[in-house]
């Protein structure tokens, strides 16, 4: 069975920084393009970051460009998110998710087969 497992996560004051890593086991993780999303308490989901299966293509939401850099390690079978500049709007559930449309970088969480557990994230400030 397929397994995203979310890790990483923790309280941290604004302005510092958290990694997050999603290990994935029981598919072929190159063959499936990665996204991030998080949700707030109240708020719907919502799209944080994605890269393709190469590494290649990255799309970042607004929200995180220039703070965010996701990232990839196929041998390892892991996926990044690290956060720098971390602000206490940031701060929510984070869930790694895996895309069969292995090319690209949906935005849109329909796109995504494969969910973590998610993993929390709370920025105090």
């Known amino acids: 069975q397929v397994q995203l497992v979310e890790s990483g996560g923790g309280l941290v004051q604004a302005g510092g920084s958290l990694r997050l890593s999603c290990a994935a086991s029981g598919l072929t993780f190159s063959s499936y393009a990665m996204g991030w999303f998080r949700q707030a308490p109240g708020k719907e989901r919502e799209f944080v970051a994605a890269i393709n299966w190469s590494g290649g293509r990255i799309l970042y939401a607004d929200s995180g460009k220039g703070r965010f850099t996701i990232s990839r390690d196929n041998d390892k079978k892991t996926v990044y998110l690290q956060m720098n500049g971390l602000k206490p709007e940031d701060t929510a559930v984070y869930y790694c998710?895996?895309?069969?449309?292995?090319?690209?970088?949906?935005?849109?969480?329909?796109?995504?087969?494969?969910w973590g557990q998610g993993t929390q994230v709370t920025v105090s400030s």
């Open positions: 998710a895996a895309s069969e449309h292995l090319s690209l970088t949906p935005p849109s969480d329909w796109a995504y087969t494969y």
